[in-house]
């Protein structure tokens, strides 16, 4: 192989933006990642996470064969691909013929590719004949989908990233882009530094670092944007401020909109809001006044039981005042994964059918029947939560999940846990081979991942692009659709012998062939498109028809709308109060979402010790008057209970929060937290239309945990491989955090409490665990239930163990992560203090990950009177990725 320096043009696998990145490699090792400049998404900006994706998924975390187990009690072995597919064939026509078609079922992702998806949507449907495939996505946009179709006709976020930058007024609703979109968090950023007038309206119970650029923060109560998108459209009737003859010649069902929103005067909606009238008054004038008036919203309006008439009512809101189809102007939903949108386009959704069709539509159903030589297709099935019911009850008994792991990320984790080892089949297809879903796979298939695929993806202003191959999968790992389509084939020998293959496709290029054609026509169409295209033209938005030279920023330009009639409909829903209002015994409210360096369930992300240094730990966040009145301080441990489920954390005041309102990270599942992470608390519940659950709200009851035997180990040199043997030595404590530590100098770090101190030859066992070998520095005290540990090399600190208590924590990871030789006397480092006289201890985390720059460095400067453009220059904070600058801004500002 050679070793010289190439570049492959590819895209980011993280968030829907869909950056183009320049993967920089060997041929077989990806070396580093730039911003690619030609892509029209970022033109070369990165986020952190994106920029740092070549730290992540060293080869040590990765499936690389697979594995397969003959009983549930027995261990996986490694096997090889043609033996693994011929065992899942027979297995899946064994469950077919015992049970009907119905009896299995696929769970996939919005990370696939377009042609995997496609890939699946067929086996399923047109080889098996089972309606039971859903996807990650049913979580996370399927109220986009049904707010799109009910009130436009078709699923189409009508917008460019440009509009996001020519708007006048922007409303965020529902939505942190500053963490979950950064990179069009960055241009919006740029458009607002360039005219200053433009306004910002953020939405969202919570103060986040999105609202460092809002001119107005209507911090509601959660669930009821309904109320408050119907109030400010009754602010704009009242005032006139409506575009009447759009309403007339585009519209249909206004009426009835016009009566019901009547009954959201501003007093009864800034009550049930929780907002005062002159917010709402400000933010109806601004929508109203704007020229150029666009919205933005991602999972606190999607993830919601009331997610579908969410959405309704803020499209109402563009409607009303005929912002859509302009330049800078429309509804636009922030699709979250790289991939949601090919999954909406491929139908790969239990209620949808490939080209935006129906599968409860029987003309749907019998044209792409036609198309793939079927007889007939199955209608709609199980969306996820009731897909998963189904394992738990035994009506669905082989399960094939791939791209995605619902045991981190489903609500209601522990009657997830419970139906996978139940299920008398599990087929996992990972690229990492650690997940909390692994766990429970009786046949495990190693994916290729990042920067080893070939295929395309649809980013969230329908955009289209060519995912490009760098270097090859490692080990085994196969790309997701050629998994798929050698499963295929050997089915369909059982199931359709004799007859021509359906599954006849030797590369991604093939499948999106036959895939494009079932556009045509349609809104979506681009079956103008096509690899050689996309390669000579870069990214292109669709509709592209055939023929097409280009594709189309921004749809219904014409004001005409992919329904019967040609006009969009207005949707007349009340405001309905959320399904577990948070009441005794469960009287707080637990809302989650993400944190700015981390991506879900931490299988790439949770790799790298760098993606910790922004937040190292996950922590209930608290308002700080509500800790105060518990009685609970900084990092006390509390015991946070639901209806479903308790986790033991450390709590964190956040000023940002309304009192009673909690708020955790959802990366945590059960690997790197005790306990099955934070959807064990979370409800199952979902909204009538859409399907998608309620994630963003559950009702949860705190109570302080007395745990007073702490455990805190660093151990630097060992990572994530240790997890499994330290797992089975945790089980006695209700509190286990993990997580790993540093950058160039990386490490182990173990946080853990218990009631009582555990005997003696428990800590051996540990301390073998960890490697820790003498010499090392030692204290005991074995009445106390203390014992230390630490290790010193060269003068420098490498390894701390810190058991029953821990008060020198903080100090100790701080010194660490100097990684200077040790400058006071070595009892200090062993005394049961927070730090010796004229130290602090810094319970510190790194703001600037790009140039490590640490929050309490950001602090010392500002005491020294710098400013922001001052301390950019002195620290270089923010000036590479600028994932930072909000937050930098906030630290600046703060009192
Ligand atoms: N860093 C990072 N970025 C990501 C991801 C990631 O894992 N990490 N995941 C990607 C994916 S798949 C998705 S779906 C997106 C999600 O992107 P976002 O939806 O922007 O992110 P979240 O933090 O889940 O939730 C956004 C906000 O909704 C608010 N919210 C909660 N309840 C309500 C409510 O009732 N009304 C309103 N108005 N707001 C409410 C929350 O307080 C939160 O601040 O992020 C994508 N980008
Ligand atoms: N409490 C709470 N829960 C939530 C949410 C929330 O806001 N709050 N958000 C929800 C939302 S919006 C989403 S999208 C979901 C996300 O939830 P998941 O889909 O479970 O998230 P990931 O951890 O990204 O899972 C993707 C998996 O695919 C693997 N993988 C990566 N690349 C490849 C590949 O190329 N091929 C294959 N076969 N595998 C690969 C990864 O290692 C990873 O394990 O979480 C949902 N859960
Ligand atoms: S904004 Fe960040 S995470 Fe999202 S695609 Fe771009 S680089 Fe990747
Ligand atoms: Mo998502």
């Given amino acids: 192989m050679s070793s010289e320096r190439r570049t492959t043009a590819s895209t980011c696998c993280y968030c829907g933006v869909g950056c183009g990145v320049l993967i920089e490699h060997d041929g077989s090792r990806i070396l580093g990642v730039r911003g690619d400049p030609e892509h029209p998404a970022n033109l070369g900006r990165l986020c952190s996470k994106g920029a740092s994706l070549h730290l992540t998924g060293g080869l040590e975390h990765r499936a690389l064969h697979p594995q397969l187990r003959l009983g549930k009690t027995l261990g996986r072995t490694r096997t090889d691909w043609p033996s693994a597919l011929e065992h899942a064939a027979e297995r899946f026509t064994a469950t077919i013929r015992e049970h009907g078609p119905q009896s299995v079922a696929f769970y996939v992702s919005g990370q696939l590719l377009t042609e995997d998806y496609y890939a699946f949507n067929k086996l399923a449907r047109a080889l098996i004949g089972t309606p039971n495939i859903d996807s990650n996505s049913r979580l996370c946009m399927s109220s986009a989908v049904v707010g799109y179709k009910r009130s436009l006709g078709a699923d189409a976020p009508p917008c460019s990233y440009e509009d996001v930058e020519l708007a006048d007024c922007v409303l965020i609703i529902g939505a942190n882009p500053a963490f979950a979109h950064p990179v069009l968090f960055r241009r919006l950023e740029t458009a607002k530094a360039q005219r200053p007038q433009m306004r910002v309206i953020v939405v969202d119970p919570r103060r986040t670092d999105s609202c460092e650029l809002a001119d107005l923060h209507l911090a509601l109560q959660p669930g009821t944007d309904v109320a408050l998108l119907h109030g400010l459209l009754h602010i704009l009737l009242r005032d006139e401020r409506i575009d009447t003859a759009f309403i007339a010649e585009h519209t249909e069902g206004f009426a009835a909109l016009q009566s019901l929103v009547q009954e959201y005067p501003p007093e009864r909606v800034s009550r049930l809001c929780g907002l005062s009238a002159d917010d709402l008054e400000q933010a109806a004038r601004w929508i109203g006044d704007a020229p150029r008036f666009l919205s933005l919203w991602c999972m606190g309006l999607n993830q919601s039981s009331s997610g579908s008439a969410k959405n309704s009512a803020l499209i109402n809101l ?332 450390p709590v964190q005041g956040d000023a940002g929060l309304r009192p009673g309102h909690t708020w955790l990270p959802m990366h945590w599942g059960d690997r790197f937290l005790r306990g099955l992470g934070t959807n064990v608390l979370t409800q199952p519940g979902f909204d009538p239309l859409s399907r998608q659950p309620e994630l963003k709200l559950s009702g949860v009851a705190l109570e302080p945990a007395d745990l007073p035997w702490r455990l805190f180990a660093l151990v630097e040199g060992i990572g994530l491989s240790h997890l499994d043997a330290l797992r089975p030595l945790l089980v006695e404590f209700p509190y286990v955090s993990l997580g790993l530590l540093g950058r160039e100098r990386t490490a182990l770090v173990i946080r853990a409490a218990r009631a009582k101190a555990p005997p003696q030859s428990w800590l051996m066992q540990l301390d073998r665990t960890l490697a820790l070998h003498e010499p090392l520095l030692a204290y005991e005290d074995p009445e106390a239930g203390i014992s230390k540990r630490l290790r010193l090399e060269q003068g420098r600190l490498t390894a701390v163990r810190l058991a029953g208590e821990v008060l020198a924590r903080d100090w100790l990871m701080q010194v660490w992560r100097e990684g200077q030789p040790v400058d006071v006397p070595h009892q200090q480092l062993l005394a049961p203090l927070a730090a010796p006289a004229g130290r602090q201890a810094a319970t510190d985390r790194l703001v600037c990950n790009c140039l490590n720059v640490s929050a309490s460095a950001i602090l010392a400067s500002l005491q020294q009177g710098l400013d922001l453009s001052a301390l950019q220059r002195e620290l270089r904070c923010g000036t590479q990725c600028g994932s930072c600058l909000p937050e930098i801004r906030r630290i600046v500002s703060a009192p």
């Fill in 318 to 649: 563009h409607l009303a005042t005929g912002q859509i189809g302009r330049p800078g102007a429309g509804p636009f939903s922030l699709t979250g994964q790289p991939n949601a949108m090919g999954g909406r386009e491929t139908g790969t959704l239990a209620n949808l059918l490939p080209g935006h069709r129906e599968a409860d539509n029987a003309e749907h159903r019998a044209e792409l029947a036609r198309y793939w030589g079927v007889d007939s297709l199955p209608g709609a099935g199980l969306s996820a939560v009731e897909l998963f019911e189904a394992v738990a009850e035994g009506r669905i008994r082989a399960l094939w999940i791939a791209c995605t792991n619902p045991a981190q990320s489903m609500p209601d984790q522990q009657r997830i846990h419970d139906a996978l080892a139940a299920c008398p089949f599990v087929v996992v297809q990972e690229a990492f081979v650690g997940t909390e879903t692994c766990a429970y796979a009786d046949l495990l298939l190693p994916a290729a991942s990042w920067g080893e695929k070939e295929g395309t993806v649809t980013n969230s202003e329908r955009r289209v692009s060519h995912v490009r191959k760098a270097v090859p999968p490692p080990g085994d790992a196969r790309p997701d659709w050629a998994i798929v389509c050698d499963f295929a084939r050997r089915l369909e020998q059982r199931l359709r012998p004799g007859l021509p293959s359906l599954f006849d496709f030797d590369s991604p290029q093939a499948l999106f062939q036959e895939f494009t054609p079932l556009t045509a026509g349609r809104d979506l169409d681009y079956a103008g498109l096509s690899y050689t295209l996309l390669d000579a033209l870069g990214p292109q938005q669709w509709p592209f028809p055939a023929g097409a030279r280009q594709g189309t920023p921004r749809l219904y330009s014409d004001r005409r709308f992919p329904t019967p009639s040609g006009r969009a409909r207005f949707i007349a829903e009340p405001y309905r109060a959320v399904l577990e209002m948070p009441e005794p015994p469960f009287p707080w409210l637990l809302n989650t979402g993400r944190l700015r360096d981390q991506w879900h369930g931490m299988s790439r992300t949770g790799t790298a010790a760098q993606a910790f240094g922004h937040a190292p730990e996950p922590l209930l966040g608290i308002h700080p008057d509500d800790l105060a009145n518990l009685g609970l301080h900084e990092g006390d441990l509390v015991r946070v209970s639901s209806r479903r489920g308790s986790l033991v954390l």
